[in-house]
């Protein structure tokens, strides 16, 4: 199978006035449709900097990454914004939704700015709240909703454009670990469905519940492989 993401030595220098720091250097990995992969590192390893990457925020130093067949790392500020919106779901850390808006508006609005037909949104909300588990919490404001579910809302609205990948950031560093363990489990659920996620974290217990695990320290990816398994399996 044609691999989705292609990750071709990528290298990113920050430059800050004298001093140049190389954040990532020489990074080549594919991920095929379908994988549910953990990228994982302490502080400072280059988590951030490889997201922004993966997720068309920034464009490498040098090397290639090719998205779904774009290769992301020739283009412009405008096509960068375009291949977000059509080919990333974003997850992140602080759920980034609207305070005083309901779930169903939250997960509506990236359809306010697509093609997705008027009288398809709501029900395509509607479905996708659904399939978080909060069915029963639509109308609710994000201030009357938990960090779990806050975050849940932010998946249905990462799904709803059908994206080609799912990138998570973090995705469970603001919530309560009993919660963390259902969002692990919709990403799981997910996944089953033929969803391709990509996890940044630095948390191994979050990390175990992907399928394979991608280690990056200082800008180099140190191990990828699915070892962690054997401690799953009771
Ligand atoms: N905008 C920036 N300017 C200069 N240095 C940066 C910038 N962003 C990150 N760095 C440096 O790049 C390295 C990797 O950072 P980062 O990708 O944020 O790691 P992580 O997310 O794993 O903590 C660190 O040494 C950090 O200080
Ligand atoms: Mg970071």
Same mark, same amino acid.
């Given at each position: ?37 953990? !990228? ?13 990457? #993966?997720?068309? #925020? ?7 990454? !090719? ?5 992301? /790392?020739? #283009? ?25 808006? *309901?779930? #169903? ?21 509607? &479905? ?45 560093? @603001? $919530?309560? *670990?009993?919660?963390? %363990?259902?969002?692990?489990? $919709?990403?799981?659920?997910? @996944?089953? %469905? ?11 217990? $979050? ?6 695990? !991608?280690? !990056? &320290? ?14 799953? /399996?009771?």
């Amino acid at each position: 199978m044609t691999p989705i993401i292609t990750v071709s030595n990528v290298s990113k220098t920050y430059n800050t006035g004298e001093v140049e720091t190389a954040a990532l250097t020489d990074i080549s990995f594919e991920i095929k449709k379908g994988e549910f992969v953990a !990228i994982m590192g302490p502080s400072g390893s280059g988590k951030s900097t490889l997201m922004h990457i #993966l997720g068309a #925020l920034d464009v490498p130093t040098s090397g290639n990454y !090719i998205l779904d067949g774009e290769n992301v /790392a020739k #283009l412009n500020d405008d096509q960068l914004a375009e291949i977000r919106n059509k080919k990333i779901g974003f997850v992140f850390q602080a759920f980034n939704l609207l305070p005083r808006t *309901s779930a #169903l508006k939250n997960v509506m609005l990236p359809m306010m700015y697509d093609a997705t037909p008027k009288e398809k949104r709501l029900p395509l909300a509607e &479905k996708y709240l659904k399939m978080v588990g909060l069915g029963d919490r639509m109308d609710h404001t994000s201030s009357q909703l938990s960090g779990g579910q806050q975050q849940r809302v932010a998946i249905a609205r990462a799904l709803v454009l059908n994206p080609s990948i799912i990138l998570a950031d973090e995705p469970t560093g @603001n $919530i309560a *670990s009993s919660q963390a %363990e259902e969002i692990m489990a $919709i990403f799981q659920k997910l @996944n089953k %469905e033929g969803h391709t996620i990509i996890m940044i974290t630095h948390e191994p217990d $979050i990390a175990e519940h992907a399928k394979r695990i !991608i280690h !990056i &320290k200082d800008g180099v990816i140190v191990k990828d492989g699915v070892e962690h398994k054997q401690r799953k /399996a009771k």
